[in-house]
């Protein structure tokens, strides 16, 4: 490994010119308390940062890259389209191309909007519940990320159990009383808040499976009352399919569960490392979009053809492939491997698991919501990561991260990052 000067270099170069060096703030490795290393390329499951170091990509751009990295037919995709123009802020076929691809992988979603981020998506989606509804409140869990939109910056607030806070500063306090908040799993909170305000709550939105405080598995019985409490009070079940959305099988991870939400928002894997969002839902819904309907929502790089061809060229091939079992074997192996290390080593330790994605935790209590996932020792974690880093590893720099396995990873891929585990492990269970 040669020291990463140049990184450090471009680093401090770029603090002067952008706000903490990068352009979205996990990026800057504070969790972790190292600086941020320099990328200038990738390719399949590895990264290359601008000291010519290479490494095991398990960020994978955050979710996207389920393909890996440069994927040549998604990037064959990408020029083809470029050459023919990259923006026309008119239709094009393209876009009914990944609006039909993905209305015929999510049953739930008959018709769809594209956006330019998921965080669009989410915000869209609220909007979209609220004015169907009539109703003002949006319920969501702690812990769970839905985008830096104001009305989901929110967090559980202490004393009553539905008041919620901001997270950051610059949202008004009235949008965190517009947004309740429960915590995951937990069915009975959930029914507490529906007791008091389920008549005014437009929507419930949550990710199906808990992909921003770690990884986290929604209990058996968690999705099902979910929707049986919705119906009952008339609100909209919104599913945040952002991280899920075409990772755990080809469609959302809806479609595993049978669990049809009203809406469903999307982005990440759709836009195969473009920046794209969706929004989609029963028909009757949608129609309230405008121009349809009245309920505003536009962009000027919506349906960017260049962003739709790269999403239809992702989708295709993981429609074509048998790439879930792959993927989800290599996680099987990897968590396997894992297990057997720590267990060996004795240190307390948690690994939530599900298909290509997996998150380790060091705590010896369940993690099955925000506040069991707190507690995880991440000093502890800021060591192992460490280790990893220096042995051609790269996590995602944090502990309440998620861990994703590409189609272009390889068992000899994670035979090596079993073996950095190995030496993560035992560093950090060092002193100092
Ligand atoms: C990443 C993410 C978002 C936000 O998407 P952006 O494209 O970063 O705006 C929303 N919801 C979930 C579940 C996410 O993981």
């Known amino acids: 490994m040669n020291d990463p000067i140049k990184s450090r270099e471009r680093f401090a170069r770029a603090q002067e010119l952008i706000p903490g060096g990068v352009n979205s703030p996990v990026r800057a490795f504070k969790a972790v308390g190292l600086d941020p290393l320099f990328i200038d390329q990738a390719k399949g499951s590895k990264i290359y940062d601008i000291d010519d170091n290479e490494y095991i990509d398990y960020v994978c751009s955050w979710g996207p890259l389920i393909l890996g990295h440069a994927h040549p037919d998604i990037v064959k995709a990408i020029c083809r389209a470029a050459e023919l123009g990259t923006s026309y802020g008119a239709p094009c076929e393209k876009e009914i191309e990944l609006a039909q691809l993905i209305c015929e992988a999510i049953p739930s979603i008959d018709k769809v909007r594209m956006v330019s981020s998921g965080?669009?998506?989410?915000?869209?989606?609220?909007?979209?519940?609220?004015?169907?509804?009539?109703?003002?409140?949006?319920?969501?869990?702690?812990?769970?990320?839905?985008?830096?939109?104001?009305?989901?910056?929110?967090?559980?607030?202490?004393?009553?159990?539905?008041?919620?806070?901001?997270?950051?500063?610059?949202?008004?306090?009235?949008?965190?009383?517009?947004?309740?908040?429960?915590?995951?799993?937990?069915?009975?909170?959930?029914?507490?808040?529906?007791?008091?305000?389920?008549?005014?709550i437009a929507a419930v939105i949550v990710e199906p499976i808990a992909g921003n405080m770690g990884?986290?598995?929604?209990?058996?019985?968690?999705?099902?009352?979910?929707?049986?409490?919705?119906?009952?009070?008339?609100?909209?079940?919104?599913?945040?399919?952002?991280?899920?959305?075409?990772?755990t099988c080809y469609g959302g991870y809806q479609n595993l569960i049978e669990i049809k939400p009203d809406i469903t928002t999307l982005g990440k894997i759709i836009g195969g490392g473009l920046p794209v969002g969706?929004?989609?839902?029963?028909?009757?819904?949608?129609?309230?979009?405008?121009?349809?309907?009245?309920?505003?929502?536009?962009?000027t790089l919506s349906g960017n053809p260049v962003a739709m061809a790269a999403g239809s060229a992702?989708?295709?091939?993981l429609k074509k492939h048998e790439y879930y079992t792959y993927i989800n074997d290599?996680?099987?192996?990897?968590v396997n491997g894992i297990k057997k290390l720590l267990t060996s080593c004795g240190l307390e330790y948690q690994?939530?698991?599900?298909?290509?994605?997996?998150?380790?935790f060091f705590t010896e209590r369940q993690v099955k919501d925000y506040s069991t996932a707190v507690i995880s020792d991440t000093k502890r974690f800021a060591k192992f990561y460490k280790t990893l880093l220096s042995e051609g590893i790269y996590f995602p720099p944090s502990q309440f991260e998620v861990c994703f396995i590409s189609a272009a990873h390889t068992l000899p891929d994670i035979d090596r990052t079993l073996s950095a585990i190995e030496k993560g492990l035992y560093w950090s269970m060092q002193e100092g």
């Open 119 to 200: 965080t669009e998506a989410t915000m869209s989606a609220a909007r979209l519940a609220r004015a169907y509804t009539g109703r003002e409140k949006i319920l969501k869990f702690e812990g769970c990320y839905h985008g830096h939109a104001d009305s989901f910056l929110i967090k559980a607030g202490s004393g009553l159990l539905t008041a919620g806070v901001p997270t950051s500063p610059g949202i008004p306090i009235e949008y965190a009383g517009g947004t309740l908040v429960s915590s995951y799993n937990d069915i009975e909170s959930l029914e507490d808040i529906f007791k008091i305000s389920g008549r005014d």
């Open 215 to 247: 990884l986290i598995i929604p209990e058996n019985e968690f999705l099902v009352e979910l929707r049986r409490i919705t119906e009952q009070y008339g609100s909209l079940l919104i599913f945040d399919e952002v991280i899920s959305g075409f990772r």
């Open 278 to 299: 969706a929004y989609g839902g029963r028909q009757d819904i949608m129609d309230w979009v405008a121009p349809e309907g009245d309920v505003y929502q536009a962009g």
């Open 314 to 317: 992702t989708l295709r091939l």
């Open 330 to 334: 290599l996680g099987q192996y990897m």
């Open 351 to 360: 690994i939530n698991h599900m298909g290509s994605m997996f998150s380790l």
